[in-house]
T-cell receptor, first 114, second 113 residues
C-alpha cells in the first residue's frame, strides 16, 4: 500500500487500552483543529474537529482536548482496536480560513497489539 | 458510494515529460484541493478550488497547474516534471471552505527520474 516512509513518533498500545495521541500546534489564532487518520495505502480520513472556543469534544470512542494555553491538542481513543492502527495527523486552520487551507502536523503512528 | 478517485495510482516518468493526474468526486462538493505528502514534511497544499473556474495557490504551487472546468473534476498538471516533484499526491474535496471534513482520494505515487 501507499505509505510515505516517515520515521514518525510511534505509540504502541495493547488492544482494549485507551490511547492518547498528542499534537503541538503552531498558531494561537487558528480557528479549528482537526484530527485525521491515515491507514496504510489510503488517503487521510476525517475523525473529529474542534473549534478554538471549545476545550473538549467527544465523538464515537474518540475525544479531542484542546489546551490553548500551551497550544496543545490531544486525541483520546477509548478501547483501542486493531483497526485503529494508522498514522494520525492533527491539522489546524489559519485565522480567517484562507481558502479552506489545512496545515497538517507530522503525524503519529499508532500500533495496536492484539 | 461517495468517493474521490484519482488516476493513475502509480506513475513513473522522466524529467520534462508533461503529465496529468486526474481527480474526480461524486459528492457534488464545491471545494477541491491537491496536497503532496513527503517524509518529514507532512501534507502540504498545492492548489485549491472553491468552485468551477475558481482556483488559487496553496503553499507549494510552483511547477504545478490546475483547472476546474467541471464541478466534479480537478486535474493536476505537471507541465515539466522534475525529480523534486517525486511525491505522494492526494486530491481532496469538501462541501465548502468552512467544512473541514475533507474527503481524500487514495493517492497517486509519482516518481520522476
Amino acid at each position: 500500500g501507499e505509505s510515505v516512509g516517515l520515521h514518525l513518533p510511534t505509540l504502541s498500545v495493547q488492544e482494549g487500552d485507551n490511547s492518547i495521541i498528542n499534537c503541538a500546534y503552531s498558531n494561537s489564532a487558528s480557528d479549528y483543529f482537526i484530527w485525521y487518520k491515515q491507514e496504510s495505502g489510503k488517503g487521510p480520513q476525517f475523525i473529529i474537529d474542534i473549534r478554538s472556543n471549545m476545550d473538549k469534544r467527544q465523538g464515537q470512542r474518540v475525544t479531542v482536548l484542546l489546551n490553548k494555553t500551551v497550544k496543545h491538542l490531544s486525541l483520546q481513543i477509548a478501547a483501542t482496536q486493531p483497526g485503529d492502527s494508522a498514522v494520525y495527523f492533527c491539522a489546524e486552520t489559519p485565522p480567517g480560513n484562507q481558502g479552506g487551507k489545512l496545515i497538517f502536523g507530522q503525524g503519529t503512528e499508532l500500533s495496536v497489539k492484539p | 458510494e461517495a468517493q474521490v478517485t484519482q488516476n493513475p495510482r502509480y506513475l513513473i516518468t522522466v524529467t520534462g515529460k508533461k503529465l496529468t493526474v486526474t481527480c474526480s468526486q461524486n459528492m457534488n462538493h464545491e471545494y477541491m484541493s491537491w496536497y503532496r505528502q513527503d517524509p518529514g514534511l507532512g501534507l502540504r497544499q498545492i492548489y485549491y478550488s472553491m468552485n468551477v473556474e475558481v482556483t488559487d495557490k496553496g503553499d507549494v504551487p510552483e511547477g504545478y497547474k490546475v483547472s476546474r472546468k467541471e464541478k466534479r473534476n480537478f486535474p493536476l498538471i505537471l507541465e515539466s516534471p522534475s525529480p523534486n516533484q517525486t511525491s505522494l499526491y492526494f486530491c481532496a474535496s469538501s462541501w465548502g471552505t468552512g467544512d473541514y471534513e475533507q474527503y481524500f482520494g487514495p493517492g497517486t505515487r509519482l516518481t520522476v527520474t
